[in-house]
């Protein structure tokens, strides 16, 4: 079917046309209906007046006639993508449209769209509508609401600026402390200016310089100590020119203050602060960003500079008033203090009892904690009060009541107290000095405690130093000052006429009582004196008296030691306690070892000086008393301890042993002086009776010698007389028999032998007693010396068939000692280990040498010794009840070798057991003592 063209079917709508021609010529807009081609088939008046078209140059053309060139190619491609998707569109929707009259002239437009269908295909009709008019008004309107809108701004900005200034103002005059003021302040002038830095600097008039007091925004270590002149830097201008100043350059800012320009900020503001017309400082601000400060910056900042004024000036008169008012209070309670202080110090004359009670007096008002040391009378300084405000932390300060020797650190403040006698005021105290002003053991204890600021006040009274108060602050953040130091030193100076006056007292009393005690105790010593003498020459009845009287008076244990004959130990020998089962393990004490030195006791006796511990610990009791003999003294509590010599002619001859089994009684000097004046007094009646016991013994020596000897001698002279009868019979005889007579006179020489012997034995016990043993050293291979005395042996007269002699010697053994000396020492102790095995058996010689020393050892499985006889084996003219009856001798034997031992420098020892036999072990240096090759 064909289409009619348009003009077809408008001459059939013509009729239409006229039906709604008077609607369309009355519409207030343009309309223009267009084709799918976009070509224009109907235009109205509106049409012709808005474009200056008529409807015959419009019919038939391009809808984009009525376009501006530069729309028209983009609408032809927005007019086919309609055409494709029609769609009703209302006046005011899509783009901001421009219509172009024939006269080129544009115009803002807005066009609706409602596309029709029809036979003919689809038609689109446009309202278009001139909003020019609309624009302007528009315009208008947006300008009017634009200066609205700058004229609100500004009011807001005004109201801003006034409440941040109020805010400044609010926040000033709601502190009356200085500090508080400047820090709290510092924030609202920085939002104030809208800022990155503030910095409030106020004048020191004495100085004429400006000083930071508080800033914000600034690293405060950069400013440090820092002061500005008047007329000099950023701030000093402002002050001396008295007027706000801008520095907006950044090179400006770098030069008047280099430290600014590190830290960046490239802008500076500041205003001064009067007070009546007087410069009191400089409010100054800064921005890290480019700023160009204006004219309304800086009057903001001069009325923030008023009123941070004011603020400063109100807050400094109520400090003034309010440190005035804080005088006179601190003035009442020092008086207060002083006189609370006056009668604990007057109540008592014990003063370690007032002083502890001053030192509670001083926490928490005047110190966090508190110390006093006093001075003794040794030099040493005791602390003897502590206090501290917290009762937890008590503890650990009685772990410092301790008593220090004189030789204080010299950096320590109490040293310096003491030694100067004036007081020692530290306000801070770093943490890393606490070392410089304690003592090394307690830096844990103060660590703990804390110490921040400290004084140190010497009590000082009649031009003498007794002491010292220490008060500290630590956790509570106060800091002592010199007003403090004044109340403390007139608390010392109380203190120390305290202390004066209690020492004073009790010398006196100590003297009287002094006195009473000496003649108490002359009396006691005259009683001990007179029992003493009533023990007559008995050595047991006057030790036994002596222990019990010292025991009694000095209120205590007593031992009493008695140096053995060999000087090697001190033999207990009396024991008195007061408690029968600790005396009866007294009486076990065993000897105490001298050689080594070691030890209480072995140093009296070599020292010759009385030894007094007041206060002694157990460990160091175990140690020193008998060394190697801990568990023995353990049995005993020993809290303090006294030992004096017997000493007589130069000599200690043995000790007085007392100590107190309690540990709140110690011994003073007073009771040592009074034990060595009685250790005196019985030195002299032990002497006296050892000396009578030694008398008697040498009588009893020499009775026991006489004896021994014409036993000991007539015994070979009887045999030789018999055999020279015998012999010269056998002489006389016609056919004298050779084998006889060798056999007499082999008998004979045997006899005159064993005769020799002891003479020599004889004449060697005379030498030992009168100290004349001479000895001629020389290079002595002890292996061959052994080998020869054991070869002697073998067909002795001792030796009997069932006897089996060995020498045990590893290895070659050479040194320095007396051959004839050393060889009769193997005679006597192997003779011995012969003569008492008589049931036969090994007799054992070793030879070992360990280090410097060798070792000589003979051994035998014979008859053994009694322990109860061993100790008197090496005494002349000492023998066992089973040797008497075994065999003869005088008994002087191991007497002479035990001293040709220790000739040498050597110790002889011996072990046995009776029915096992006896081991004797000599000991002797490589070379003799003293010896040199020049000496041989």
């Known amino acids: 079917m064909v289409k009619p063209s348009a003009s077809q079917w408008l001459s059939d709508v013509a009729s239409v046309e006229k039906g709604f021609a008077a609607l369309l010529e009355s519409a207030p807009d343009a309309i223009v209906i267009v084709d799918q081609d976009g070509r224009i088939v109907l235009a109205n008046s509106q049409t012709e007046h808005l474009f200056g078209y008529t409807r015959e140059e419009l019919l038939g053309q391009p809808v984009e006639m009525l376009l501006p060139e530069r729309f028209r190619e983009a609408h032809r491609a927005h007019r086919a993508a309609y055409v494709k998707a029609p769609r009703t569109r209302p006046m005011g929707i899509g783009l901001e449209l421009f219509g172009r009259r024939r006269d080129g002239s544009e115009f803002p437009t807005e066009i609706s769209l409602s596309p029709v269908e029809t036979p003919q295909g689809m038609l689109v009709t446009s309202i278009i509508r001139d909003v020019t008019d609309r624009k302007v008004a528009e ?90 002149p008047l007329g000099s830097g950023f701030a000093g201008r402002v002050a001396a020119e008295r007027r706000t100043l801008i520095f907006d350059n950044p090179a400006d800012v770098g030069r008047v203050h280099p430290n600014l320009r590190v830290q960046g900020v490239q802008a500076l503001l500041g205003a001064p602060m009067f007070v009546e017309g007087d410069v009191i400082g400089v409010v100054q601000v800064g921005t890290t960003r480019p700023r160009e400060f204006t004219d309304d910056d800086a009057e903001l900042l001069q009325r923030v500079a008023d009123r941070l004024a004011l603020a400063i000036g109100r807050a400094r008169a109520y400090e003034a008033e309010r440190a005035a008012r804080a005088a006179t209070e601190a003035a009442e309670q020092r008086a207060a203090f002083l006189a609370r202080a006056s009668q604990i110090l007057a109540s008592s004359l014990d003063y ?119 008060l500290i602050y630590s956790d509570s953040g106060r800091r002592y000052g010199p007003a403090d130091l004044a109340l403390v030193e007139d608390l010392a100076r109380r203190a120390a006429l ?150 007589v002619r130069g000599r200690s001859i043995g000790a007085l042993i007392v100590w107190r089994d309690r540990p709140d009684h110690p011994y003073t000097e007073e009771d040592l002086s009074f034990l060595q004046d009685l250790a005196d007094r019985a030195a002299l009646a032990v002497d006296n009776a050892m000396l009578y016991r030694a008398a008697q013994e040498a009588v009893l020596a020499r009775e026991e010698f006489l004896s021994v000897a014409s036993h000991e001698l007539k015994t070979p002279l009887t045999t030789v007389k018999g055999w020279v009868y015998l012999l010269a019979d056998e002489v006389r005889r016609e056919d004298p028999d050779r084998e006889a007579i060798r056999e007499f006179t082999d008998e004979l020489q045997s006899q005159i032998d064993r005769f020799e012997g002891l003479i020599a034995d004889l004449l060697d016990a005379s030498r030992i007693q009168q100290g004349r043993i001479d000895l001629r050293p020389e290079p002595v291979a002890l292996n061959d010396l052994a080998r020869r005395v054991l070869a002697r042996f073998e067909h002795a007269p001792e030796r009997t068939p069932r006897h089996t002699l060995t020498l045990e010697a590893p290895e070659p053994i050479a040194g320095i000692w007396d051959p004839d000396r050393l060889e009769q020492v193997l005679v006597n102790l192997i003779s011995n280990a012969l003569k008492y095995s008589p049931d036969g058996g090994d007799v054992r010689v070793r030879l070992r040498r360990d280090g410097d020393v060798v070792e000589l050892t003979v051994s035998d499985e014979g008859i053994g010794i009694a322990p109860a006889d061993q100790k008197r084996l090496f005494q002349p003219f000492s023998r066992t009840e089973a040797a008497r009856q075994r065999a003869s001798g005088t008994g002087l034997g191991l007497y002479i070798t ?23 072990t000599v000991r002797l240096p490589v070379i003799l003592p003293g010896w040199t090759p020049e000496t041989a």
Request: glycine share 6%; with cysteine; hydrophobic share 45%.
């Open 898 to 920: 035990q001293r040709i031992v220790r000739e040498h420098g050597g110790t002889i020892d011996l072990f046995s057991e009776p029915g096992k036999g006896t081991t004797v």
């Open 139 to 228: 315009a208008e309107r947006a300008r009017l609401l634009l200066s609205e809108q700058a004229a609100r701004a500004e009011a807001e900005r005004t109201a801003e600026r006034f409440r941040r200034l109020q805010a400044v103002t609010d926040t000033a005059l709601a502190h009356l402390s200085l500090d508080a003021l400047l820090e709290a302040s510092l924030d609202r002038v920085r939002e104030a200016l809208d800022v990155e830095t503030v910095t409030i600097l106020l004048l020191d008039a004495e100085r004429g310089a400006l000083r930071p007091s508080a800033t914000r925004g600034l690293d405060p270590d950069s400013l440090g100590e820092v002061e500005v």
């Open 352 to 470: 370690e009892t007032t002083l502890a009670s001053l030192a509670r007096l001083t926490v928490p008002s005047l110190a966090d904690w508190c110390t006093i040391d006093v001075v003794e009378e040794d030099g040493r300084v005791a602390r003897v009060a502590t206090a501290h405000a917290d009762p937890e932390k008590e503890p650990l300060l009685r772990t410092m009541i301790r008593r220090f020797p004189t030789d204080l650190p010299a950096t320590m403040p109490l040293r310096r107290a003491l030694e100067t006698g004036q007081p020692q005021l530290v306000p801070d105290l770093p943490e890393e000095h606490l070392p410089q002003v304690t003592r090394a053991e307690t830096l844990d204890v103060v660590r703990r405690v804390g110490a921040r600021s400290f004084i140190v006040a010497p009590l000082v009274a009649r031009e003498r130093c007794l002491g010292a108060i220490t």
């Open 498 to 647: 305290a202390v004066d006056n209690a020492r004073l007292y009790y010398e006196a009393q100590r003297s009287r009582e002094q006195v009473e005690r000496q003649a108490a105790r002359l009396n006691l010593l005259a009683g001990a004196a007179r029992l003493v003498a009533e023990a007559s020459l008995d050595l047991r009845a006057i030790l036994e008296t002596v222990s019990q009287r010292v025991a009694v008076i000095l209120d205590g244990a007593c031992v009493i030691g008695l140096l053995s004959p060999d000087d090697a130990r001190l033999d207990p020998m009396a024991f008195h306690h007061g408690d029968p089962a600790t005396l009866e393990a007294l009486q076990t004490m065993p000897p105490v070892p001298l050689e080594d030195g070691e030890g209480f006791i072995a140093s009296v006796m070599r020292s010759g000086e009385p030894l007094l511990r007041a206060t002694i610990a157990p460990e160091e009791a175990q140690a020193g008393l008998m060394p190697g003999q801990e568990a023995f003294v353990a049995q005993f509590p020993i809290h303090s301890l006294l030992i004096a010599p017997l000493s």
